[in-house]
C-alpha cells in the first residue's frame, strides 16, 4: 500500500500508529558439497563442464563467467580479473591451478576459431561502446576475443555486420538442469549454487570472512555473513600450553 500510494497515486499515505514495518528474512542459499559439484561436473558436456568449473572455482556470478575475455587470464600471475561486475566493480581472483591446461586448451580452441573467422571476414567480436569507438578495430584482436564464445556469428539488427557473442546463458542454465536432474540430486542447484558453494567451502576451509568478501566482490560483509549459516559451527579452544593446565 506505501507503494502503491507513493510510487503510483504519489500520495502520501498518512500516519498510521502501531503498524511495524515487515522484516525481510534472511535467506540462507543451497550449497551443494565437493562430492556433488564434481557428480555435476562429470555428466556435463564441454563446453559447460568448463563453464561450471569456473563458477565453482572462482566463485563467479553467470554473467560474469560468460562475460570473460581473454585478456582477463594473467597464468603468470596467477590472476583472473572480472571487469565490471555486479556494481560494475572490478576484482581479482586466484586462476585454480588445477584447471591451468584445460583453460589454455580452451585459448588455444578460441584462437582457431578467431582465425576461421577472420578468413571469413566477420566483423570482430561484440565490444563495449567505449572501447569500440576508442579502437575501432578492437573486436578483430585475439585478446579481446570471448573465452566462452556463442557457437554461431550473429548479425547485427540494421547493419550488414557479422559479429560473434559470448555463449548464451539460457544454454548453460538448461545444461545445468539437465546435468542436475542426470545426477538424481537431492537439491535444487541452478548457476549460482556453485558460488553459494564455493563461498561455504572457503568457510569451512577456515578462510576469514573479510578475504571471502573480497572475492566474492560483496560491497558490505553483512551479505557475505549469510555464509555462515550454511556451514556447521565449530568452537576451537584457545591454545595453550600444557604448563598452563
Not at 560491497?219 to 591454545?239: A, F, G, P
Request: glycine share 4%; proline share 3%.
Amino acid at each position: 500500500m506505501l507503494f502503491f500510494f507513493r510510487h503510483v497515486i504519489q500520495k502520501e499515505f498518512g500516519k498510521i500508529d502501531g503498524v511495524v514495518r515487515a522484516k525481510r528474512r534472511p535467506y540462507i542459499p543451497v550449497v551443494l558439497s565437493i562430492e556433488e559439484v564434481n557428480t555435476i561436473i562429470s555428466v556435463l558436456r564441454h563446453p559447460y563442464d568448463l563453464v561450471v568449473k569456473m563458477l565453482y572455482g572462482c566463485g563467479l556470478r553467470l554473467f560474469e563467467c560468460l562475460n570473460l575475455r581473454i585478456n582477463n587470464f594473467n597464468f603468470d600471475a596467477g590472476i583472473l580479473t572480472v571487469h565490471d561486475g555486479k556494481g560494475k566493480k572490478d576484482r581479482t581472483i586466484p586462476i585454480p591451478q588445477v584447471l591451468y591446461d584445460e583453460l589454455k586448451h580452451q585459448i588455444d580452441n578460441v584462437h582457431a576459431l578467431h582465425q576461421k573467422d577472420l578468413s571469413d571476414k566477420y566483423d570482430g567480436a561484440f565490444m563495449f561502446d567505449s572501447i569500440e569507438k576508442k579502437y575501432k578495430n578492437a573486436g578483430k584482436e585475439f585478446i579481446w576475443q570471448w573465452f566462452f564464445p556463442a557457437k554461431t556469428l550473429t548479425e547485427v539488427e540494421g547493419s550488414h555486420e557479422i559479429r560473434r557473442y559470448h555463449l548464451h546463458e539460457s544454454h548453460v542454465q538448461k545444461a545445468i538442469k539437465k546435468a542436475v536432474n542426470k545426477a538424481r540430486l537431492t537439491k535444487r542447484a541452478t548457476a549460482h549454487t556453485f558460488r553459494h558453494s564455493y563461498a561455504s567451502h572457503l568457510l569451512q576451509a577456515n578462510y576469514d570472512i573479510r578475504t571471502i568478501q573480497e572475492l566474492l566482490g560483496h560491497s558490505d560483509v553483512r551479505t557475505t555473513m549469510i555464509y555462515t549459516h550454511t556451514v556447521k559451527s565449530r568452537t576451537i579452544k584457545e591454545r595453550r600450553s600444557p604448563l598452563d593446565f
